[in-house]
């Protein structure tokens, strides 16, 4: 172990580089205050325990950082690896979960019947907007929320159900 002395000017951050690069624990014992009559023993004293002292490199403190980095860096990579792992599954649950909506007998859903015996099943038609999203047939969630939106279909247009979504936001 080093021991640098400061009397007069503290050990300057060159010095304190090429310490730490040389791997050298070092400590920096602060002198200055202390009077120049002082006697040997009081010099011992303030040497030996009294003196305030600081650490410029620590080689046990700096392996023990470099582990712990070393440590949360693995865990890290764990951490992101198993979050990794459960999207791959959450979308392949979710991809088997449309395709058996998609093959379902849609035409059995009591939403579906309702719209349709209400006359408006061309309302189910047209684009899948939001295929991707739901994990039950298009047109028995686009006949839910018909029901859910208007009790009675007379009049229902495609612009009167947008209307009713910005009204409920």
Not at 1 to 22: D, F, L
Not at 37 to 58: C, K, Q, V
Not at 61 to 72: D, P, S, T
């Amino acid at each position: 172990m080093q021991v640098e002395v400061y009397v007069t000017h503290r050990c300057g951050p060159e010095k304190r580089a090429r310490i730490a690069g040389a791997g050298v624990s070092a400590v920096e014992i602060d002198l200055s205050a202390l009077s120049r009559d002082t006697t040997i023993a009081g010099l011992d004293e303030a040497i030996l325990t009294s003196a305030p002292r600081e650490w410029i490199y620590n080689r046990k403190a700096a392996q023990a950082r470099n582990e712990l980095a070393r440590i949360a860096k693995r865990q890290a990579a764990a951490a992101e690896e198993r979050r990794l792992s459960q999207i791959e599954k959450l979308k392949a649950d979710y991809a088997s979960a449309r395709r058996k909506a998609l093959t379902s007998n849609w035409k059995e859903s009591p939403q579906v019947q309702a719209v349709t015996a209400a006359g408006d099943g061309a309302l189910l038609d047209g684009p899948p907007v939001g295929e991707g999203y739901f994990t039950i047939h298009p047109k028995v969630w686009k006949a839910a929320l018909l029901g859910d939106m208007v009790p009675h279909y007379l009049g229902v247009t495609p612009f009167s159900v947008i209307g009713e979504f910005r009204k409920r936001g």
